[in-house]
């Protein structure tokens, strides 16, 4: 039944996500274990060329695809093998509108979209928006929840149009392996479906080798990008989307529906960083510091609960299956009881129901009490 307060079938009948259920029980006294994102503020030099900008005026309306200077450094810095210049490029309203207005320019209502399990609520939450149907493709845990093509390959029908993707994954950390990318890429030469590959979380790597990209091996992908979590720059929703030729008119006319075009303050910031590409990876020193800190505390206080070791982006997954079926009111319990805010894994799929997913994008301090609050609790739970 729909909610009273609905006003379309849209809305009324969309999931809800379950990060936001148990963020919003939160207090302004919780640890925060539950969100992706960074403490640190976005660095100095450039919010000092906001400032600039923002001075020198002319911060009217950019072309929708966004400026023309930004969309070709894009284009340079990626060098994909299929898309190299700023035609190709549109900047977006952070990541989670370049998402939608990919879906937007690729699917019709009651075409299938095939996502992993665990995988990111907001490709999901987008796919429903439009109609379209989401199709959930296993990943295993005994393979670090990575793509398996195979199981993959399974879901696929008539209907398949997009197959999305997302390494270094959200919540797994976990960077896909080559040769599935290359699998998939012949699979969508096949079927006729489009690759949307999310490497939001891409200068976020702690294995510099592990992370092929499926735009390296096929013409049918598109980049999904941004600054918000490897800058900080969360706030200024800056994303990106880089298409083949043949995609990037449709996806500039549906995120000029969507948004017109991104903020121009942040498409200036977001020229400065590309033009010093060294600030892409300005965070990485600290990410590895805090990974190293979280593997560490879990160890310490949690050594009877199995926990992922990510390859990027700031998640681990603890696997909570001895203590719970169902993550969400364990997350909810949890935080009553400790004050600790964690997400519960069932917010990215059945795959990771009994998990939780633990964020260290904030202080090793913070992190470090948030999981020697969790030791107590867990010693008081019976098992499930
Ligand atoms: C995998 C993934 N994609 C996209 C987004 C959305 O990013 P943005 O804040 O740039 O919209 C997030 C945010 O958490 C994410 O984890």
Known sequence: MLPTDAFSMRIGTMRQSLIRKVFDCKKSTSINLGLGQPSENVPAEIIDEGMRRLKQGDMGYTANAGMLSLRDIIARSHNLPFAGSAENVVVTCGAQEAILAAMAACLDAGDEVIVGDPAFPGYAMAAEFLGARVV?????????????????????????????????????????????L???????????????????????????????????????????????????MTGFRLGYLI????????????????????PTLSQYMAAYVFENPRLRKVHLPLYTERRANAINALNANLPHLPHT??????????????????????????????DVLTTPGLAFGESTRQWLRLSFAGTPANFTTGIERLAPFFKNQTAA
């Open 243 to 262: 298409a083949p030729n043949k995609l990037a008119g449709s996806l500039t006319r549906s995120h000029a529906v969507l948004t017109t075009c991104a």
């Open 182 to 232: 290359k699998t998939l890429a012949e699979l969508a030469d096949r079927h006729n479906f489009y690759i949307l590959s999310d490497e939001i979380y891409s200068d976020i790597l702690y294995i510099p080798s592990a992370m092929p990209s499926a735009t390296q091996f096929s013409s049918r992908a598109i980049l999904v990008s941004g600054l918000s979590k490897n800058v900080a």
């Open 309 to 338: 070791t990510p390859d990027g982006a700031f998640y681990i997954l603890l696997n909570c299956a001895g203590f719970t079926s169902d993550s969400l009111d364990l997350a909810l319990k949890i935080l009553e009881q400790t």
């Open 136 to 180: 959930t493709a296993p990943r295993f845990e005994a393979e670090g929840f990575r793509l398996n093509t195979a199981a993959l390959a399974e879901k696929i029908t008539s209907r398949t149009r997009l197959v999305v993707l997302n390494s270094p994954g959200n919540p797994t950390g976990k960077c896909d392996a080559e040769a599935e």
